[in-house]
């Protein structure tokens, strides 16, 4: 392999190693929000429109939601414990969520 591979493929060993394999990919510049150990992960995100979030679903054990609270909106993530589900933000504002199952497990996402 040339030296650039194998750097690459060296990066990508360590970021699975430090992340613990919770690398998702998400196109176009597009955002990831992990759901694991009753959290979500980032808590906060701040994107700006048009941009996809992926919510990833890594608590094999234990099933989540995703419930659109507050003014701003978006279709609701029914239960999962693993996969993902992506939702496009296309207007400026804050969007709060919970989990429905965990209470205290909420984020916001923050678009501008």
Known sequence: MKPRVLTLVALCAVALAVTGGAVVANAAGGKTVTLRDIAFSPKKLSIKPNTTVTFAFRDDTTSHNVISKGAK?????????????????????????????????????TVR
């Open 73 to 109: 909106r978006f279709k609701n993530v029914g239960v999962k414990s693993s996969g993902s589900v992506s939702r496009k933000f296309t207007a400026a504002g804050t969007y709060r969520y919970v989990c429905s199952l965990h209470p205290g497990m909420s984020g916001q996402i």
